[in-house]
């Protein structure tokens, strides 16, 4: 079955999206990226250095490979942050699909400033940016950053790095049924369970960082995710039987024989 995820002009046969932070190193990030199947990685480029050619570089280090960079503005605290730091990194790089990220509440929960990833969207996508927007899961937002331009909207599962999985799966049923763009769910998958459940709900596709980084077995952790998303995807497109509050028999009585 060919069931691929397209991002504005870009397709993927993989659903499931990585993050490079919080490895032990480089080659620890490039061992699980290729292990989780994911042809995206997004890197907070604040924090890792992609541009800089005499110092270690991620970049290089994926350069043998056809997985794609997804720069993100982690650390930024307003739109004008945002919007001057993929500026650059586009000048730096040529890349222009980004994901966008602007935290309101720096110390404790790291949850979006929604009004200001709505004002740097409008700008970016009229710059020519592909937008991938993280935010609150709030099918209202959603819908203002589809609007704004986005080309996928990614709302939190639960707070960064909480591992704390899907904390309102109505709300991501509501997202999905709200906006047209894709819906990717993004912060808080602690377990490969959490990334099947995000697909479940019928999510296009998963970010997931934490989870995989900070595994004890990082590559073991990033293959489990893999199939997760995949068999998350399958029992989506299944269609799951309906929800009953009394038992039904998985045999057929009619026509049984009198012993």
């Excluded at 790089?93 to 929960?109: S, V, Y």
């Excluded at 409008?122 to 993280?134: H, I, Q, R, T």
């Excluded at 369970?193 to 073991?220: R, Y």
Aim: net charge neutral.
């Amino acid at each position: 079955m060919k069931d691929t995820l397209k991002i504005a002009h870009k397709t993927f046969s993989s659903r499931l999206i990585v993050g490079s932070g919080k490895y032990k190193d480089f080659a620890t990030t490039k061992e699980a990226t290729l292990a989780s199947s994911a042809e995206m990685i997004t890197v907070a480029v604040r924090r890792i250095n992609i541009t800089e050619k005499n110092q270690e570089n991620l970049l290089e280090y994926f350069k043998d490979t056809n997985i794609q960079f997804l720069p993100n503005s982690a650390g930024c605290t307003t739109a004008e942050e945002a919007i001057v730091l993929f500026r650059l990194i586009r000048e730096a790089t040529g890349i222009d699909f980004i994901k966008l990220e602007i935290i309101g509440d720096t110390q404790k929960t790291l949850y979006p400033d929604v009004i200001e990833t709505i004002k740097a969207c409008e700008v970016l996508s009229k710059e020519g940016f592909c937008v991938l927007a993280y935010s609150s899961d709030d099918p209202i937002v959603a819908k203002r950053l589809e609007a704004a331009g986005a080309a996928a909207v990614m709302p939190l599962a639960a707070p960064i790095g909480s591992g704390l999985g899907i904390q309102n799966r109505y709300n991501i049923s509501f997202i999905k049924e709200a906006i047209s763009v894709p819906v990717i769910v993004d912060a808080g998958v602690g377990c490969a369970s959490d990334a099947a459940i995000a697909m479940e709900l019928g999510a296009d596709a998963v970010l997931t960082n934490t989870a995989i980084a900070m595994a004890k077995n990082p590559v073991m952790m990033a293959e489990a995710m893999k199939y997760a998303v995949i068999s998350g995807r399958k029992s989506f497109l299944a269609g799951r039987i309906e929800k009953k509050s009394y038992a039904s028999a998985s045999s057929p009585i009619f026509g049984m024989a009198n012993l």
